[in-house]
């Protein structure tokens, strides 16, 4: 994730590094946001002489080094400031000491875990220590020789040393810390060095007054918003909502609390090639691990996933005070509307709850409603709200939505870019996502939590149909969950092993959006070829929009199309393997007619649509 040159080559002021840092584009733009709030008693007002904290023109290894140069030129321990950035797993690992999980959970509402398979060696002249990342997905093995040479290195047998010179053989383990005091020369055993740093406060009991549980939030006397049977259906056409969206993802998730399984690969075109106006979470593709960067087993590694994320103004992490973590806990970020409903009515200290619509009047330009939103977010801000909620409830015959990646995207990143990040919370509340996919991209781009209103009200009317038989908020909550099993599959792909250090982290590729799009509202996202433009984006949702409302007030079809994304359908989306190509195959194999053979490749050969190679030529000299 780093293009290397000269000037971004190791060493750095503090570590060395063997690994990456996949969640960097999230942790960095989080540092970035802080400078408008942090503060400490060592710079005071000199702080804006030391800022920006991080180098962005660094390599992933020189931005870590940048963050932890900046909390101890503010006063924090080395040791310490590695121990909040790349934590051990902690929230799964019921047998560790209840200060110990106290004092990881204060900085966690601070600070999200920089995770990647990572090996870092760090020192500040006094100190030398080791640490491996959460999953240990670096080889680090050390001696300790009888003269007092302590030797570390990713291999055993870098250097000869005699057997019977050797003391001790031993390897870094996930989340523990190797460490050497050069001053009393003495190694430091990790669980003492953390148990000394646990117990300097009663972080336990700061969390016990401070930070909120959303399960333990009251249900307000209020009705949960719902609509009939057609509304419904016309809210599913204006989102863009497929039969096979119903029938084969929600109806399968709601049923069996698990992400239906699907054939490897895809014959279907690209989002930028389609005819069938796809939603903008298609134009994003994830980024996966590669070569030397592992993947981890979600479900056998379950100890150091983490799904937990923590929602309201971040505290200040240079100064350790029990007002630090006041924010509210969220163990799972796919909310049901109850759970919305009680994060709207809530009346408790050190948060204001604001709802901003981001519908918008038909025919309105865009990019005006977006920087209509951007003025309403900064309204919010002057109110003193901390917790924002982003809601597409107020579509009608009248008003068409933002679509709420580029709702969220756009926010996020303003926030970011006036440093207000960490002083406000996003969620969304939005009838358009509805697949594992769409999620993953509202989490990646700075949503907290997501409640998809109508993914789960039409759970309701499957019920209802009699086409599925199963109570609905137990529907519900399968639904949510294989929802969240599938973005942690999603992370674990990338090495990534925890909700909160996913979110932010952009780890998608953009294929067929214009760059004004990218840089304006997606900014730092890797996009290699153009595409679609703000104007072709509005085009796509009035499009929508009319067939739920038509313009001139005329009744509506309001069939769900059936598009054929997985299966191939009369009409629908095109497929490279279709009938005719298969039955071609199928027949010159069986007769071994060359004939037949030639005919096949023929029709291959001028299938042009669906992917960038298929508009590519040869330019012969």
């Not at 697949?435 to 993914?455: Q, R």
């Not at 760059?515 to 509005?538: A, C, H, N, Q």
């Not at 009369?570 to 009938?579: K, L, T």
Request: hydrophobic fraction near 40%.
């Amino acid at each position: 994730n780093t293009a290397p040159s000269w000037n971004r080559a190791h060493p750095n002021r503090f570590i060395l590094h063997n690994g990456e840092i996949n969640t960097i584009r999230g942790n960095v733009d989080t540092m970035l946001a802080r400078e408008e709030t942090i503060g400490s008693n060592y710079l005071k007002e000199d702080m804006t002489k030391v800022l920006p904290i991080v180098n962005q023109g660094g390599s992933d290894s020189a931005m870590l080094d940048n963050t932890l140069e900046f909390m101890v030129m503010n006063g924090m321990e080395l040791p310490l400031a590695v121990m909040v950035t790349i934590p051990e797993p902690w929230e799964n690992n019921h047998s560790m000491d209840p200060k110990k999980r106290a004092f990881y959970q204060y900085y966690a509402t601070m600070l999200e875990p920089w995770d990647g398979p990572a090996s870092i060696l760090f020192s500040d002249g006094d100190v030398m220590g080791a640490v491996l990342d959460r999953n240990g997905l670096r080889p680090s093995r050390y001696y300790i020789t009888k003269d007092g040479r302590l030797i570390l290195s990713s291999e055993v047998g870098v250097l000869d040393i005699p057997a019977e010179e050797i003391v001790r053989k031993d390897r870094l383990r996930p989340g523990k810390m190797l460490l050497v005091d050069t001053t009393r020369g003495e190694l430091v055993d990790d669980e003492s060095l953390k148990a000394d740093y646990a117990s300097r406060e009663p972080y336990g009991e700061w969390l016990d007054r401070n930070l909120v549980n959303l399960a333990d939030l009251k249900i307000p006397n209020e009705r949960v918003p719902s609509h009939e049977h057609d509304e419904l259906v016309r809210l599913q056409k204006a989102f863009g909502y497929q039969y096979e969206d119903v029938s084969t993802m929600i109806l399968p998730m709601a049923k069996n609390g698990a992400e239906p399984a699907g054939a490897m690969g895809s014959d279907t075109p690209l989002a930028v090639l389609s005819h069938t106006h796809p939603p903008l979470f298609e134009y994003f593709k994830q980024m996966f691990a590669q070569v030397t960067n592992p993947p981890i087993d979600a479900l056998r590694e379950k100890i150091v996933t983490s799904t937990t994320v923590y929602v309201g103004a971040q505290g200040n992490l240079l100064e350790e005070d029990a007002e630090n973590c006041k924010v509210l806990k969220i163990t799972n970020p796919i909310l049901t509307e109850t759970d919305l409903m009680k994060i709207k009515a809530m009346k408790v200290p050190g948060f204001k709850v604001e709802t901003i619509s981001i519908c918008y009047y038909k025919n309105t330009d865009l990019e005006k409603a977006i920087d209509r939103l951007f003025v309403d977010v900064d309204r919010a801000y002057r109110d003193g709200a901390n917790i924002l909620i982003l809601s597409d409830r107020e579509i009608d015959e009248y008003h068409v939505a933002i679509p709420s990646l580029l709702a969220v995207g756009a926010v996020s990143k303003y926030l970011v870019r006036t440093r207000k990040r960490t002083a406000m919370a996003l969620i969304l509340e939005s009838g358009e996502p509805r697949k594992v996919h769409d999620f993953a991209t509202l989490l990646g781009y700075g949503a907290c939590a997501i409640n998809p209103y109508l993914a789960q009200e039409t759970i309701g009317e499957l019920i209802n149909e009699g086409l599925l038989d199963k109570d609905y908020y137990a529907a519900v909550n399968d639904y949510n969950k294989a929802v969240l099993a599938g973005i942690v599959k999603i992370a674990s792909k990338m090495g990534i092993s925890t909700i909160q250090s996913y979110q932010g982290s952009q780890i998608f590729e953009a294929i067929g959006i214009s760059s004004d799009v990218i840089e304006k509202y997606f900014t730092g996202t890797v996009s290699r070829v153009g595409g679609i433009t703000l104007e072709d984006i509005e085009e796509n949702v009035e499009k929508l929009h009319s067939e739920a409302f038509d313009p001139l007030g005329l009744p509506t079809d309001l069939t769900l199309d059936s598009v054929g994304a997985h299966k191939m359908r009369s009409q629908g989306e095109e497929h490279r393997y279709n009938p005719q190509t298969i039955h071609l195959l199928q027949q010159s194999t069986w007769t071994g007619s060359y004939d037949l053979f030639k005919q096949y490749t023929d029709l291959v050969d001028k299938e042009n649509h669906g992917n960038l190679r298929g508009l590519l030529d040869f330019k012969f000299a």
